[in-house]
């Protein structure tokens, strides 16, 4: 019978990523609340005394995929790697997180399994054995409770900063398997070509804490110089709508909603953005939100917690004064 937790985690560059011990504490929140083991599996080079520091978040098995194909995720590779120890250890919950990478590994996994997978969730509960998995469906609009009830394992996507990360505890101890890796070459059609790193140095939009996103009421990409301010002032990671993105004021990779970022910050700083529902769809579970409009019927003031109506050009400055003074 299937029995026990299985969380993959991620990491880039040899250093675990933040959404890798978010699941891995909410793997060890389930694996309390039902008695099973819980176990975190790493693919990766060179990433075997980073993938140990997952037992102070309470994994108890760690399964290490070390070898130089692993380096960088490439989806057959890393699907094989997994599917094989899916099916040597018989898990019956399998989580990994709903970041770019992770959605995709998801997906192929859980058709290479002939399983079910609920993706990118913000709730997850057990009863009677059941994965109850909490998503939103039609651009965040419902949120919908789904289970798997026959397939197993139960897979499942974490929202990225949805779940808490537990208080790392350093008696915790781990056993630490390494893995077999054996890949073939219909395992490895993908390959890394380049790596374009990020060279602002901010933390990701998915990772943020705080973020700070411009719409087409910035009216030109330049003046986007006022939202890099009010971001260095607050710690911030500054984001955009697609019509601004669309524009050519920022890049791609900035752009939030539904075919951008789904980000979750502590608090969202929307600057001349209205509010429509695709952008809503990726930042409207954000903790707190904070709307700036010079339309008092902008939908944006629907959601947020704070509304300014104003001018974006008198009212930005004043808050990175009013920030300044405070930070
Ligand atoms: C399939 C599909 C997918 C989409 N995906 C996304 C997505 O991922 N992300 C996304 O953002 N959009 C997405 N969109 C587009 C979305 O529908 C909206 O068109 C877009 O979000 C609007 O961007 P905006 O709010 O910046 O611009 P607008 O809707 O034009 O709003 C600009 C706002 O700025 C305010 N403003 C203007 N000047 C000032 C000023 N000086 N001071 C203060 N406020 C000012 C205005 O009052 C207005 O409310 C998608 C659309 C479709 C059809």
Same mark, same amino acid.
């Given at each position: 019978?299937?029995?026990?937790?299985?969380?993959?985690?991620?990491?880039?560059?040899?250093t675990?990523?933040?959404?890798?011990? =978010?699941?891995v504490?909410?793997g060890?929140?389930?694996?309390?609340?039902?008695?099973?083991?819980?176990?975190?599996?790493?693919?990766?080079?060179?990433?075997?005394?980073?993938?140990?520091?997952?037992?102070?978040?309470?994994?108890?098995?760690?399964?290490?995929? $070390?070898?130089?194909?692993?380096?960088?995720?490439?989806? =057959?590779?890393?699907?094989?790697?997994?599917?094989? #120890?899916? &099916?040597?250890?018989?898990p $019956?919950?399998? #989580?990994?997180?709903?970041?770019?990478?992770?959605?995709?590994?998801?997906? @192929?996994?859980?058709?290479?399994?002939?399983?079910?997978l609920?993706?990118?969730?913000?709730?997850?509960?057990?009863?009677?054995?059941?994965?109850? %998995?909490r998503?939103?469906?039609?651009?965040?609009?419902?949120?919908?409770?789904?289970?798997?009830?026959?397939?197993?394992?139960?897979?499942?996507?974490?929202?990225?900063?949805v779940?808490?990360?537990?208080?790392? $505890?350093?008696s915790?101890?781990?056993?630490?398997?390494?893995?077999e890796?054996?890949? !073939?070459?219909?395992d490895?059609?993908?390959?890394?070509?380049?790596?374009?790193?990020?060279?602002?140095?901010?933390?990701?939009?998915?990772?943020?804490?705080?973020?700070?996103?411009?719409?087409?009421?910035? !009216?030109?990409?330049?003046? /986007?110089?006022?939202l890099?301010?009010?971001a260095?002032?607050?710690?911030a990671?500054?984001? %955009?709508?697609?019509?601004?993105? $669309?524009?050519?004021?920022r890049? +791609?990779?900035d752009?939030?909603? +539904?075919?951008? !970022?789904?980000?979750?910050?502590?608090?969202?700083? *929307?600057?001349?953005?209205?509010? *429509?529902? +695709?952008?809503?769809?990726?930042?409207g579970?954000? &903790?707190?939100?904070?709307?700036?409009? &010079?339309?008092?019927?902008?939908?944006? /003031?629907q &959601?947020?917690?704070?509304?300014?109506?104003?001018?974006?050009?008198?009212?930005?400055?004043?808050?990175?004064?009013?920030?300044? @003074?405070?930070?």
């Open positions: 019978m299937a029995k026990g937790i299985l969380v993959i985690a991620e990491q880039r560059g040899g675990l990523r933040k959404i890798s011990l =978010e699941m504490s909410e060890r929140r389930l694996a309390d609340q039902s008695g099973q083991p819980l176990a975190a599996v790493v693919l990766g080079h060179g990433i075997a005394e980073e993938a140990k520091k997952l037992a102070a978040y309470g994994a108890e098995t760690i399964y290490v995929a $070390d070898a130089p194909e692993l380096k960088y995720y490439t989806p =057959e590779a890393y699907t094989t790697v997994i599917a094989n #120890l899916v &099916k040597a250890q018989e $019956d919950i399998v #989580l990994g997180g709903a970041s770019q990478q992770g959605k995709e590994l998801a997906a @192929k996994l859980a058709a290479r399994l002939e399983t079910g609920a993706m990118d969730c913000v709730g997850l509960r057990l009863e009677d054995g059941l994965l109850i %998995a998503r939103p469906m039609y651009a965040g609009k419902v949120y919908a409770e789904v289970v798997c009830e026959t397939a197993r394992p139960q897979m499942a996507t974490g929202r990225p900063n779940f808490s990360i537990l208080e790392p $505890d350093s915790r101890s781990a056993e630490v398997v390494n893995l890796v054996a890949l !073939k070459p219909e490895l059609r993908t390959s890394l070509v380049e790596e374009l790193a990020d060279q602002t140095g901010k933390v990701d939009l998915t990772e943020a804490v705080y973020i700070v996103s411009g719409g087409r009421g910035m !009216k030109d990409g330049s003046n /986007f110089i006022i890099e301010k009010l260095d002032v607050i710690g990671t500054v984001g %955009a709508s697609r019509s601004a993105v $669309d524009a050519g004021w890049p +791609q990779c752009q939030v909603g +539904q075919t951008g !970022k789904v980000v979750n910050p502590n608090m969202y700083i *929307a600057c001349g953005i209205s509010g *429509a529902i +695709q952008h809503l769809a990726g930042m579970s954000s &903790k707190v939100i904070v709307a700036v409009n &010079k339309d008092p019927d902008a939908p944006i /003031f &959601k947020a917690d704070y509304g300014i109506v104003g001018d974006l050009f008198e009212v930005v400055p004043l808050l990175e004064e009013e920030f300044k @003074k405070i930070m």
